[in-house]
Structure formats: C-alpha cells, structure tokens
Nanobody, 123 residues
C-alpha cells in the first residue's frame, strides 16, 4: 500500500499548484493524512495535516494562510492547494497516513509514504 502523490511541477513565484494524494490498495480512509516536504540534505519537514473527517487541520507556520489541505474520502484522495508560492517552497512533497499517535507534526507517526512529487518555484 502506498499513497501516490501527484500534481507537482515548475511555477514562478506567486503561482499556484494543487497536489493530490491517492491511496492504492487499502483505502486508509479512516486515517489522518499529512503532507511533508524535503530538500536535499535536510530532514523531512511537516507541511499540513488533516484528520479522517476533514474537520481538523494543522499547518506549518511557513505555509499558513497560503496552503489549504482538504480531502475527498469518496475518492480516497487528499489535496494540497498551494498559493503564493515562493522559491523557499521548492521541495519534494510527500503524503503519508497518520498511523502512530506521536503527534501530527512528527515524521515517525506516519507510514505508507509514496514516492513524492517535485515542486520547483523559480524567482
């Protein structure tokens, strides 16, 4: 089982992208989901989390007000709408399912990582 991230690409600063995260195999619809991002040489960084029903969300301070997470359980898909992108948002973005109760911002709380999708923002 993996969560397949898609929707990355190259945009100019100030632009927008919408990432999608779809589950293959098991639906994992009852699990909270999150987006993380990673750049070369750095640890994977929490971006945003959404609970199973979609009525509770969390954001990293660096993306608050610019990114919006949502989910459609009928489609087994989680989305990340990214607006006002800046070069600092350039990274590979991953989605994962919240499996262990270690805190929604903790990488080790998650499993079923997919291969990620690359977002490149040019100035």
């Amino acid at each position: 089982v993996q969560l397949q991230a898609s929707g990355g690409g190259s945009v100019q600063a100030g632009g927008s992208l919408r990432l999608s995260c779809a589950a293959s195999g098991r639906t994992l619809s009852g699990a909270g989901k999150a987006w993380f991002r990673q750049t070369p040489g750095k640890e994977r960084e929490f971006v945003s989390y959404i609970n199973w029903s979609g009525d509770s969300t969390y954001y990293a301070d660096s993306v608050k007000g610019r990114f919006t997470i949502s989910r459609d359980n009928a489609k087994n898909t989680v989305y990340l709408q990214m607006n006002s992108l800046s070069p600092e948002d350039t990274a590979v973005y991953y989605c994962a399912a919240y499996i262990r109760g270690l805190g929604v911002r903790v990488v080790d709380a998650y499993d079923f990582w997919g291969q990620g999708t690359l977002v490149t923002v040019s100035s």
